[in-house]
């Protein structure tokens, strides 16, 4: 069982009211962006006060004057990417607990205060996730609420190998925050997981089952998106899995295997079939190629079910 270390923070210090700084990154989506910043200005609560800051990545449409349009600290960067934008958001931050929250999502009025009622309950804990709806591009919610576990908080470090929180519905404290560091440019997708991987090694991660946030789905498949986005995924593994015992790595490498498998099927299958049906040849060829080089075995055992589904189109 993973312990906790001797050298993190100490336990949250209660308050009677707390700051949450939230750091929305922007580029070139001021419409939803809009929706976005109302979503978190509408939640009135009397545990907590709002610090919004956006930080606009270079876009060149009428964003700024959106932004300018609201109570929130600004920045604009000229196109350094996610990562930067997010850690430039972070430095800035005044808040006792931090969170993300992409422009293309919105809150749902209970975000935030479910996480705090658990931080005061569990004041040992480094960050808690709740759960998202996925929704349409419209925001009609589909599905079930995700992710998909067990939701005990404690020591989750190998479950969260598993499985991917959406950022918006994390609450970390602010001194956590700061002791994980920096979101880290280089990878190509997800560091809001390799950041979350890096407090769950050294804290306990608390979990709600309850939706806080609905996610919007892209309307069109990207695999060139995607692709961008898997690599990140087996590095990021592989990043908080070496330096553990052999017995450890052999134990979780299964947990890969699973994520080459989801990314192939789940993504570049489905999208290529799509492409297909949609009379795009070389995006969907293109796409069967993504599958392969994600998981050959999972494709080979796909390919009726595929072949079939190409028939039908």
């Known amino acids: 069982m993973q312990k906790k270390p001797t050298t993190a923070t100490s336990p949250m210090q209660k308050k009677d009211r707390y700051v949450v700084s939230v750091v929305i990154t922007t580029r070139n989506r001021s419409a939803m962006l809009r929706e976005a910043i109302e979503s978190v200005l509408a939640v009135k609560n009397p545990k907590f006060d709002i610090e919004l800051i956006v930080v606009d990545d270079g876009s060149t449409d009428n964003t700024p004057e959106a932004v300018s349009q609201y109570p929130v600290r600004s920045f604009r960067t000229t196109g350094i990417g996610m990562a930067g934008a997010r850690n430039l958001g972070l430095h800035n931050a005044t808040g006792d607990f931090f969170t993300l929250l992409d422009d293309d999502d919105?809150?749902?009025?209970?975000?935030?205060?479910?996480?705090?009622?658990?931080?005061?309950?569990?004041?040992?804990?480094?960050?808690?996730?709740?759960?998202?709806?996925?929704?349409?591009?419209?925001?009609?919610?589909?599905?079930?609420?995700?992710?998909?576990?067990?939701?005990?908080?404690?020591?989750?470090?190998?479950?969260?190998?598993?499985y991917f929180p959406q950022v918006a519905t994390i609450l970390t404290r602010m001194d956590v925050a700061r002791e994980a560091g920096d979101f880290d440019p280089s990878l190509t997708g997800d560091n809001d997981w390799d950041w979350l991987l890096r407090i769950a090694r050294r804290y306990?991660?608390?979990?709600?089952?309850?939706?806080?946030?609905?996610?919007?789905?892209?309307?069109?498949?990207?695999?060139?998106?995607?692709?961008?986005?898997?690599?990140?995924?087996?590095?990021?593994?592989?990043?908080?899995?070496?330096?553990?015992?052999?017995?450890?790595?052999?134990?979780?490498?299964?947990?890969?295997?699973?994520?080459?498998?989801?990314?192939?099927?789940?993504?570049?299958?489905?999208?290529?079939?799509?492409?297909?049906?949609?009379?795009?040849?070389?995006?969907?060829?293109?796409?069967?190629?993504?599958?392969?080089?994600?998981?050959?075995?999972?494709?080979?055992?796909?390919?009726?079910?595929?072949?079939?589904?190409?028939?039908?189109?």
């Open 106 to 162: 919105v809150w749902l009025p209970n975000n935030i205060a479910l996480q705090i009622a658990l931080f005061e309950e569990r004041p040992d804990l480094g960050s808690v996730h709740a759960q998202f709806r996925n929704t349409r591009p419209d925001l009609t919610p589909v599905g079930n609420p995700g992710p998909e576990c067990s939701y005990e908080s404690g020591w989750i470090f190998e479950e969260l190998l598993t």
């Open 204 to 313: 306990q991660i608390g979990r709600i089952a309850e939706p806080v946030l609905l996610f919007r789905s892209r309307d069109k498949a990207n695999e060139r998106l995607a692709w961008r986005r898997f690599p990140a995924v087996v590095t990021i593994f592989n990043r908080h899995t070496r330096n553990l015992s052999l017995i450890q790595q052999i134990k979780l490498r299964p947990i890969l295997w699973r994520h080459r498998g989801w990314w192939a099927t789940f993504y570049f299958l489905t999208y290529s079939i799509m492409h297909f049906k949609n009379r795009n040849r070389s995006q969907a060829l293109r796409s069967f190629y993504y599958a392969c080089r994600a998981s050959p075995p999972h494709v080979l055992f796909s390919l009726p079910r595929f072949l079939k589904a190409l028939l039908q189109s």
